[in-house]
Structures are given as structure tokens and as C-alpha cells.
């Protein structure tokens, strides 16, 4: 079995040539951002979450730049794609919900309702319980990767009648 060392030292080596990947085929403002490097809410995620359920981070995208409902880019902390499945993950600090106008979370509600109608899930993570407890984030990220990988995430029919009927913006197409 690995020690930890060589574990981490794997976590690592997989995580600079999937940024790499990443920045070969970004431009522009993604490509500003992953060049500023990862936050430490973001590594605390891969490090302790996602690499000890997944193994590997093939299908998880960073900084991932999707449209708003007006048009506007809005840059996902990780999108997971997967096959015909869009998971939204994002690990939310309380601060940062502490600071918002009812303004901001008003317009954060209304984003992800647009992209949940876009074909989204979202996978929202606390900060906090991410540095307390990462073992149940771990748990509940097993018991998500089970589901999504039985393909357990389509939409429901309700959301596919209403999906057909809505105007994406230019450069969006259905999936």
C-alpha cells in the first residue's frame, strides 16, 4: 500500500498535468485565472475530496466559463462533466454568504436556477465543513459519484418540457 507521501506526491504530478491540459486549451480570462493558481478552498477540495473518491481528475474542469442567462461569462470554481451529465461543484465559504446583498444572493439564485435549466446540477460544498469534517464530504461525494455513474442524473421529464422551450443564448446548445 502507498504511504501518504507517495500519495500525495501522485495528487501532485496528476494535478500539474491536468492544469496544464487546461491551460493549453484555455484563452483569454480563464487562462488568467488558472495561471493565477488554485485558491486554497479549491486544493482543499481536490486534495481531500475529489482525488481520494475519483482517483483521477479527467473529467473535472477548472475555472470552467459558462454564460449567465444575459450572456455574461461566469467562470464555475470546478465543472464535472460527464457524458451527457453537467455537475456544477462549488465550495462555498461563509464569508463570502455573509458579505452578499440581497442583491447578490438574489442574482446567484436566479444563476443557478438557469443553469439547473440548462441541463446543471449543482453540488454546492461548505468551506467549513470541508476543514472540519472532509471524511462525510467524502462519503456524500462517493454516494454522488455512484449515482451520476449509473447515470442516475437525467432530467425529469417536467424539466425536459420546459428545457425544449427555452432561448439559449448564442453559442449554448442543448445536450
Known amino acids: 500500500m502507498e504511504d501518504r507521501q507517495e500519495q500525495e506526491q ?4 496528476a494535478r500539474l498535468a ?3 491540459r487546461h491551460l493549453r486549451s484555455s484563452t483569454k480570462e480563464r ?5 493565477q493558481g488554485q485558491k486554497e478552498k479549491d486544493m482543499l477540495f481536490l486534495k481531500e475530496i475529489w482525488w481520494p473518491v475519483f482517483g483521477q481528475l479527467d473529467d ?3 475555472q470552467y466559463e459558462v454564460q449567465d442567462e444575459k450572456g455574461a461569462p461566469v467562470f464555475l470554481d470546478f465543472a464535472w462533466l460527464q457524458g451527457n451529465q453537467y455537475f456544477h ?6 464569508e463570502t454568504y455573509a458579505r452578499q446583498t440581497e442583491e447578490e444572493r438574489n442574482r446567484e439564485m436566479m444563476f443557478n436556477a438557469y443553469m439547473t435549466i440548462c441541463g446543471y446540477r449543482m453540488l454546492p460544498i461548505a ?4 476543514v472540519e469534517d472532509p471524511a462525510e464530504i467524502r462519503s456524500l461525494m462517493a454516494s454522488f459519484k455512484e449515482k451520476a ?3 442516475k442524473f437525467g432530467l425529469f421529464p417536467s424539466e425536459r418540457r420546459v ?4 432561448e439559449l443564448p448564442q453559442g449554448w446548445r442543448r445536450r
Open 60 to 62: 473535472l474542469h477548472p
Open 149 to 151: 455513474d449509473q447515470g
Open 18 to 20: 491536468w492544469i496544464q
Open 10 to 13: 501522485r495528487f501532485e504530478e
Open 31 to 35: 487562462r488568467r485565472r488558472l495561471e
Open 89 to 94: 461543484i462549488a465550495v462555498k465559504e461563509f
Open 127 to 130: 468551506y467549513d465543513a470541508l
Open 163 to 166: 428545457y425544449r422551450y427555452i
